[in-house]
């Protein structure tokens, strides 16, 4: 069965800090991507990946970078966290992009404080 | 880029009726238009999508229409249980690479 994994499942970070969220597939995708979850804003795209080695910015970069060093791994990296940024955050991946199933991890909740 | 607008924020109904979610897009050629479940405190998973070459289609109790002309795209829900209760999320994809999401409709069964 199709798995992502992220980690950590929850984290609590300090304004100004640096954190790092990790994520693993072993669905083979070439397709990977962030969303963060905020009650009222739904569902909203950060950064993607269609590749090893690079990364695309989604409608809402700003304050996120991101990570792709192999097909298995994406890692979405908050340089400097600030306090809007505390969230959940999910990993999915898709073997066609946009156009197939998306297959989600169970989420990190951040919490910035 | 793509925006989709998801019109009910929550929509309760009872035990054995049906439930409806609305949903509109902007980009004329979005094409792929999938709906996920979130249940609580969980993640989501994929319940089923329709594409643009159709206008309909159904998955045992789930029916998904779409209107091409009015840009707009729903799902329906027939005979709910409890374990119907979630978040349903609808989205389209305007290009090969991405999907958007709308802000989620949550969906109360009532007993």
């Known amino acids: 069965e199709a798995a992502v994994t992220q980690s950590p499942r929850s984290k609590v970070a300090v304004t100004g800090g640096k954190v790092t969220l990790s994520c693993h597939q072993t669905?083979?995708?070439?397709?990977m991507y962030w969303y963060r979850q905020d009650t009222g804003h739904g569902l909203r795209l950060i950064h993607y990946?269609?590749?090893?080695?690079?990364?695309e910015k989604g409608d809402i970069p700003d304050g996120y970078k991101a990570s792709r060093p192999s097909q298995e791994n994406f890692s979405l990296i908050l340089e400097l966290a600030s306090l809007s940024q505390t969230a959940v955050y999910f990993c999915?991946?898709?073997?066609?992009?946009?156009?197939?199933?998306?297959?989600f991890g169970a989420g990190t909740r951040l919490s910035v404080l | 880029g793509e925006k989709v607008e998801q019109h009910e924020s929550t929509l309760s109904v009872r035990e054995g009726d049906s439930a409806v979610i609305n949903c509109t897009y902007t980009d004329t050629a979005s094409s792929y238009f999938p709906w996920y479940k979130q249940e609580a405190g969980k993640s989501l998973h994929f319940v089923i999508d329709i594409r643009s070459n159709v206008d309909r289609k159904q998955s045992q109790r789930l029916i998904v229409l779409l209107d091409k002309k009015a840009k707009r795209f729903s799902l329906h829900i027939t005979a709910t249980q409890p374990e119907d209760s979630a978040i349903y999320f609808c989205a389209a994809s305007d290009g090969a690479d991405r999907l958007t999401f709308g802000k989620g409709t949550q969906l109360i069964i009532q007993p």
């Open positions: 669905n083979n995708h070439d397709y």
């Open positions: 990946s269609y590749v090893a080695d690079s990364t």
């Open positions: 999915a991946s898709s073997g066609l992009g946009g156009q197939n199933t998306l297959y």
